[in-house]
Nanobody, 123 residues
């Protein structure tokens, strides 16, 4: 089992950057594929980015490709999401999640979730 805690959210102007971090506890962190999802008010939770357990493979939603970068450090049990060139539509609560099976972009595949961190991008 793994527990996840996100940090790094905040208020930023359009065009700015933020770096989200997800700290994990539990012995088996390095065996999980990890991802970031986000949910805006009144909208469904959507996939943002994912990274394989080894860090060798990464995946991005089209809406963030080229602007966001996901990374992980298995020794430190952390996952990061570097967000550049932020836009107002990026405003949402961002969640870190872990899975050991299923499809990387499907939130139903993820068994463990953090509490979320708010990101607000002003125009």
């Amino acid at each position: 089992q793994v527990q996840l805690v996100e940090s790094g959210g905040g208020l930023v102007q359009a065009g700015g950057s933020l770096r989200l971090s997800c700290a994990a506890s539990g012995r088996t962190f390095s065996t999980y594929d990890m991802a970031w999802f986000r949910q805006a008010p009144g909208k469904e939770r959507e996939f943002v980015a994912a990274i394989s357990w080894s860090g060798d493979s990464t995946y991005y939603a089209d809406s963030v490709k080229g602007r966001f970068t996901i990374s992980r450090d298995n020794a430190k049990k952390t996952v990061a999401l570097q967000m550049d060139s932020l836009k107002p539509p990026d405003t949402a609560v961002y969640y870190c999640a872990a899975r050991d099976a299923g499809t990387y972009y499907d939130h139903k595949s993820y068994h463990y979730w953090g509490q979320g961190t708010q990101v607000t991008v002003s125009s």
